[in-house]
């Protein structure tokens, strides 16, 4: 048979097809990958956005404690505080102080003394009245 | 076939064409016009976003907190992100407590930056961005930032100081180190949706904030509270012009505390008056009146012009020099240096003067820091006023010795009487223990040997004799220590020239315990509206040196001398004792 009579035929290389559709599955994969992951980094960035966002409103919210209670215990409010009969001073006992420098006992000669621990009024239950005036 | 094949030729050609007009555009808009655009997107989404610097507190020598910061919200809109400026502000009208309407002509704006409300409360703020969220509205931010507040309200403003609108210090510690408690800001570039949040994954160049340095003062908040407590009941009862306290360590030039009269609270400065705002333990030059004539009789004993046998004659109090009469409150004979200090005799203390030469009185005078600032980290401190020799008539030295002609403030009287207590060396005054070191505290600073310890220890023997029975500050006794001082009642120049009648500045400075003195006080009450029979440093100032000394000694635990109470026994003898 001469072979210009031949039907033409359109062979598929199956081999040159393959291997496009491989690099054009794997340029896929990477591309879904790479999307993927830029997904993931925005939702981590999401989260640590929500994480500072907290840490923020943590650490401002112990400033603004902190802010308070210094506001309530500082020396004018807690003056005031006594004034207002909310807070009391209670006399310290002689035998309720230990004291490291030597002791200077108080004497009954209506000298004010520093707070003093009296060995001898250890046992005394009824607090010194110059201690409770201190 | 060849018209085929012809087809397929020009329709590859026309779509190698068209990709290569897109490829020619994606070239041109991603390489050759990349700055320009870039340029127009980081206008649109990035933005400089700054994170504050934590402005350092101001504690007490103890670590207690005396300024102190509190967190707020600023609320700025952004106009590009506003579609609805009234659904906007009908939400967060409520939260921001301003009127829809104005709200409404605030939020129409195209601007990306319009500051709404400076200062709002943070658990509020966040509210209002719930709501907006809620709503589906955008356009309103937060920025953080923080108010200053003094927890103490008034006590010691005059030394803290306060901070200003804008946030930088505008007196007292908050200005002279508003550098170090500033801090420098970070910042931080953002991209941000079209929500207005930020695109974490897009975080740009950042500089994290260097927070404020604390300071930490030498003031002990314990002996402050007492000096307050005292100088407030002084200014209640008595109502004078001004009353000022100031306690320090005599030893270290450590101000423990520094308290004055009329005062304000620096968490509303702007109800403050000028008179308020003044510290007048550094900016209010005085006459100090008889407590300076522990200059005259430290120079003349220090310089061997006196010593402990010389008699000085006190003309029975009335002694006629170059055409004028200097007096005795009590007139008295031949008396000695003691004695001239306890009785407060201004003829002895002319006659003193008199014996020195001009210069060497002069160098004295200076040598004990008057007419200079004393360098205390304060704004607004003055110099005082003395006069060289070349600008002295024939009176001013004799009057000098009994503080006339000669104007000081109360920090270099603190200064100068330390410097009798301390064995005669003239200390830096200190208001700062450390910036930023914990517990540290720097050495003391001795700016000169000013007297010998021979001087002051005679002197403060003699300043001992003061607060006896026969002295003129038995009502400054303190019961347990044996206290020295000197009182000080001076006429109140006035800006006519000459002097008010009746009208004085009384004072009192001394220090305890005399053998190894731990605190050093002065109090001064300006223009006590008194009877001038009772207008007394003696009788003023002194006792309430007393009340101050006498709780001061027990914050500070310090054990009382025994036999103290029988040498300077307390009231005994006032009613002989003379006042002034």
């Known amino acids: ?29 990477a591309g879904l990958f790479f999307v993927y992951l830029k997904n993931q980094q925005h ?22 404690l902190d802010a308070k209670i210094t506001g309530m215990t500082s020396r004018g409010a807690l003056q005031r505080r006594l004034e207002e009969g909310y807070l009391k001073l209670e006399g310290i006992r002689d035998t309720a102080i230990a004291r490291i420098t030597p002791a200077q006992p108080a004497e009954p000669d209506g000298v004010l003394r520093t707070a003093s621990h009296d060995p001898d009024s250890r046992f005394d239950t009824e607090a010194s009245p110059r201690t409770m005036n201190r | 076939m060849r018209g ?104 129409s704006t195209k601007s990306k930056y319009v500051v709404i409300r400076k200062v709002m409360n943070d658990d509020k703020a966040h509210d209002m961005i719930r709501a907006l969220d809620r709503a589906n509205l955008h356009g309103l931010y937060l920025e953080e930032g923080s108010v200053r507040s003094y927890p103490n309200c008034d006590m010691l403003c005059h030394v803290l100081g306060y901070v200003d609108h804008s946030g930088h210090g505008a007196d007292g510690i908050e200005k002279m180190f508003n550098h170090e408690l500033t801090g420098q800001d970070g910042f931080r570039w953002i991209e941000h949706d079209r929500k207005g949040r930020e695109i974490v994954v897009y975080r740009g160049q950042e500089q994290l904030p260097e927070n404020g340095t604390d300071i930490r003062l030498t003031i002990d908040m314990g002996l402050q509270a007492i000096a307050e407590k005292e100088v407030d009941a002084t200014y209640k009862k008595l109502h004078p012009v001004a009353a000022t306290a100031i306690l320090a360590d005599p030893i270290t030039g450590e101000i423990l505390a520094m308290a004055s009269r009329p005062n304000y609270d620096p968490n509303h400065f702007g109800d403050a008056t000028p008179e308020k705002l003044r510290n007048r333990a550094i900016s209010d030059m005085y006459e100090p009146g008889s407590t300076f004539k522990i200059v005259v009789t430290s120079a003349a004993f220090n310089e061997g012009i006196v010593n402990q046998n010389t008699r000085i004659f006190c003309e029975n109090g009335r002694f006629s020099f170059c055409g004028k009469t200097i007096k005795d409150h009590h007139g008295s004979g031949d008396l000695t240096i003691p004695e001239i200090l306890m009785k407060s005799s201004n003829v002895g203390a002319a006659k003193i003067a008199l014996r020195m030469s001009d210069d060497k009185y002069y160098d004295y005078v200076r040598r004990f820091g008057f007419g200079q600032k004393t360098g205390l980290p304060l704004p607004g401190e003055i110099s005082g006023l003395v006069n060289p020799p070349n600008r002295w008539d024939k009176l001013t030295k004799s009057r000098m010795a009994f503080g006339q002609s000669v104007c000081v403030t109360p920090i270099q009287m603190v200064m100068a009487m330390s410097t009798i207590a301390n064995g005669g060396s003239l200390m830096k005054p200190r208001l700062v223990m450390n910036k930023g070191e914990g517990d540290k505290m720097e050495a003391p600073e001795t700016i000169r040997e000013v007297i010998s310890k021979k001087t002051s220890s005679f002197i403060s023997q003699a300043l001992v ?9 038995a009502l400054a006794r303190v019961n347990g220590f044996t206290a020295a001082g000197k009182t000080g009642t001076a006429q109140k120049i006035s800006p006519h020239g000459g002097y008010f009648e009746n009208r004085y500045i009384v004072s009192f400075a001394g220090y305890l315990p005399v053998e190894s003195p731990r605190l050093m006080g002065l109090v001064i009450v ?37 036999g103290s109470a029988l040498m300077q026994s307390a009231n005994s003898g006032s009613k002989s004792a003379s006042l002034r």
């Open chain 2, 4 to 107: 085929i094949r012809s087809r397929i030729g020009i329709v590859c050609g026309l779509l190698a064409l068209i990709f290569t007009l897109f490829a020619w555009r994606l070239i041109y808009l991603q390489v050759l016009k990349h700055d320009y655009y870039s340029g127009i997107a980081a206008e649109k989404n990035d933005r400089r976003k700054v994170i504050p610097a934590r402005r350092g507190r101001i504690l007490d020598r103890n670590g207690e907190e005396l300024a102190v910061n509190i967190p707020v919200q600023l609320v700025y809109a952004d106009g590009s992100h506003i579609h609805d400026p009234t659904a906007v502000a009908s939400v967060s009208a409520p939260f921001l407590e301003i009127p829809v309407k104005e709200l409404t002509q605030k939020l």
């Open chain 2, 526 to 562: 300006d223009d006590a509206p008194l009877s001038e029979s009772m207008n007394y440093g003696g009788a003023v100032a002194g006792p309430v040196f007393s009340q101050i000394a006498g709780q001061a000694v027990r914050h500070l635990d310090l054990e009382p001398e025994a």
């Open chain 1, 1 to 29: 048979m001469n072979q210009n009579r031949r039907r033409p035929s359109n062979t598929i290389e199956v081999n040159f097809l393959a291997r496009w559709l491989v690099l054009v599955f794997m340029i896929g994969l």
């Open chain 2, 465 to 473: 004799t003061v607060l006896s029975d026969q002295g003129t500050a």
């Open chain 1, 43 to 64: 939702s981590i960035g999401d989260q640590t956005r929500g994480i500072e966002s907290e840490l923020r409103e943590a650490e401002a919210l112990n400033a603004s």
